[in-house]
């Protein structure tokens, strides 16, 4: 059974840079769909960017578009975020997420429903991002 941990959360800075980093156990993320969520307390998650592993294809937020960027590493088994041009309104709790579909419509409309609707089936526990002077 999957498992992801994640880790590189922390305090920054507006203008500063994080990497988050999710590693998976227990399988391969090989052929599975990925991505990094957010949530702020009291609000809805927010799907900030996704990618397929088959081909790479990523998806991001129009809120972190340009500045944050996602990737993998098939041989640690890792998922990425790397978070530049930080901003107050990034601060929230960050989740990394995996999704194998049974079925595909296409990588890039899977990874946008993936992003945008949920359906991952496995989730890690979090990392706090905190971005204030």
């Known amino acids: 059974q999957l498992q992801l941990v994640e880790s590189g959360g922390g305090l920054v800075q507006p203008g500063g840079s994080l990497r988050l980093s999710c590693v998976a156990s227990g399988g391969s993320l090989d052929f599975y769909n990925v991505g990094w969520f957010r949530q702020i307390p009291g609000q809805e998650r927010e799907g900030v960017s996704c990618?397929?592993?088959?081909?790479?294809?990523?998806y991001y937020s129009d809120s972190v578009k340009g500045r944050f960027a996602i990737s993998t590493d098939n041989t640690e088994n890792t998922i990425y975020l790397q978070m530049n041009d930080l901003k107050p309104e990034d601060t929230a709790t960050y989740y990394c997420a995996a999704h194998r579909p049974p079925v595909t419509f296409g990588t890039p409309r899977d990874i946008f429903r993936l992003c945008n609707y949920g359906g991952a089936d496995t989730w890690g526990q979090g990392t706090r991002v905190i971005v204030s002077d």
């Open positions: 990618l397929a592993t088959s081909d790479g294809e990523t």
